[in-house]
């Protein structure tokens, strides 16, 4: 099989040693907290999903053209990018957009290669406003990553994955490909505790005996994907291992499968978390369901054995109402009550899961969420904190998938995080986006006044020089 050559590129002591040994999976590359650890190219091979890699780490990019051991280093890197077919440009997010950022981002646009903008060390919501200036480098969305401790690599596959060309593209002359063919798959997780009937689940929908069932629990131990087709949509459907508490995870058998359980759900655009009807809710699902809001990825929850069940009515609505209760963060979420065995409910599942696809990946005009924002806050001004006011000014969507807005306020930090909240219930309803994980991010803008107000005898200064200069 091909492998795709990509290369890790940006100034030094960004991440780009870590990110080479997180998608090689393995400590190829020396890492410390010292930037010029790394001198030469180093290959390695990896992957990243199902996509398999050659890898390609490189020195700190450095604005030397001299004889110096820095400009041997810099011309390393420029002879990997001309190696690879795909860049990833690595900044430090916590620091933010340097010139030196700005500088390599002209060397890597005469290049002519394709480039995915990498923020790094995002963790915490610590490079969330180096993320958002990363924009500003033409590359595109930037992908917030922290390799250290590996999360954001769903996002970053999304990305890669984006970059490759579709199979339209490479079958023109096909003439019964068609638009559809090339669309990419939707990438379905079917995920839950042991014996909740996720195996029986996916041989229905594909209608046949793919998967090996049984009444014993634990008898899938890989994630065994299948490629299916459902109205016209091309799917791919992860079956994973059970996930049980980890204080009862104790051979190692079981701690690989859990592992390879919680990778497919990185990757993944919907998890479908299947639940025991007769026994739903256990602590382990609400784990696994915060875990999927983490991930932000979209969530369907699915009560199988549902034949099983008796008042089904209300049980579906005692349901509801403990999901609402015990997620708020994925109110609306929808709800699946099925039966793999008889096939009740079934033709319910899969529009539910395009409709959580679609919803998020929504991308809202900027003039309608504002609109919306004005609105918001009239009917629920922000709360006063230490006397001052948060003024919310301005929002925009920065990325769908999920979707994700940065907020401008005036006193950002003050912002309690119930009135975020308040937010994010409110686009959810406003724009009909039930269940979707929503991120905002406050920041406080630039205010060109402020110069004027904190310190009057510069501004005063500053217009006196003014006035003195000639006019052409």
């Known amino acids: 099989m091909d492998r795709l050559k990509l290369a890790i590129v940006g100034r030094p002591n960004v991440g780009k040693s870590t990110l080479f040994n997180r998608l090689a999976g393995k400590k190829l ?43 041997r280093m810099r011309h390393q890197t420029e002879l990997a990018v001309a190696q690879a077919e795909l860049i990833l440009f690595v900044i430090d997010a916590r620091d933010g957009v340097t010139p030196l950022d700005e500088l390599f981002a002209g060397v890597l646009r005469r290049s002519g290669k394709p480039v995915i903008i990498v923020a790094n060390k995002t963790e915490g919501r ?14 595109g969305e930037p992908v917030s990553i922290s390799a250290e401790h590996g999360e954001g690599m769903g996002d970053l596959y999304a990305a890669v994955l984006a970059t490759e060309p579709s199979e339209a593209d490479l079958e023109k002359e096909d003439d019964e490909g068609g638009a559809d063919q090339g669309e990419k798959p939707i990438r379905i997780a079917v995920i839950g505790r042991p014996n909740a009937g996720k195996s029986t ?11 090996l069932t049984g009444p014993e629990a634990g008898i899938t131990r890989d994630a065994v994907s299948v490629d299916w087709e459902w109205d016209g949509r091309r799917i791919r459907l992860v079956d994973t291992a059970g996930l049980r508490r980890k204080a009862r995870i104790d051979e190692a058998l079981e701690k690989l499968s859990t592992q390879d359980t919680l990778r497919s759900l990185t990757f993944a655009e919907v998890v479908i978390l299947v639940m025991d ?17 983490r991930e932000g990825r979209a969530l369907i929850f699915v009560l199988a054995k549902w034949d099983l069940v008796e008042d089904p009515g209300a049980k579906l609505r005692d349901f509801i109402e403990r999901a609402e209760e015990a997620l708020p963060q994925l109110r609306g979420a929808s709800v699946v009550a099925l039966s793999a065995e008889t096939g009740r409910g079934l033709d319910r599942l899969m529009p539910a899961v395009i409709k959580a696809h679609a919803d998020w990946s929504t991308k809202l005009k900027t003039r309608d969420l504002n609109d919306w924002l ?20 301005y929002m925009a969507q920065t990325k769908a998938r999920p979707p994700t807005f940065v907020l401008f306020a005036s006193h950002a930090d003050k912002l309690p995080e119930s009135y975020r909240r308040y937010l994010i219930n409110s686009i959810r309803q406003s724009f009909d986006l039930p269940g979707t994980p929503i991120r905002i991010t406050v920041k406080t803008g630039k205010n060109p006044y402020d110069e004027v107000i904190t310190n009057p005898i510069k501004a005063f200064q500053a217009r006196r020089r003014n006035a003195r200069t000639p006019t052409k």
């Open 126 to 139: 610590a490079g969330d406003a180096g993320a958002l200036e990363a924009f500003n480098l033409g590359f």
């Open 29 to 71: 590359a020396i890492v410390d907290d010292r930037p010029g650890v790394t001198r030469d190219r180093r290959f390695g091979t990896g992957r990243l999903g199902d996509i398999d890699l050659e890898l390609i780490d490189t020195a700190g990019f450095e604005d030397v053209t001299d004889e110096s051991l820095e400009a």
């Open 374 to 393: 004005k609105i918001a806050v009239e009917r629920h001004p922000p709360p006063a904190v230490h006397g001052r006011r948060v003024k919310p000014k």
């Open 201 to 211: 689940l996916v041989n229905r929908l594909i209608g046949e005996q793919r998967l």
């Open 277 to 293: 009807a007769t026994h739903p809710f256990e602590t382990q699902d609400l784990t696994i369901a915060d875990l999927v809001e």
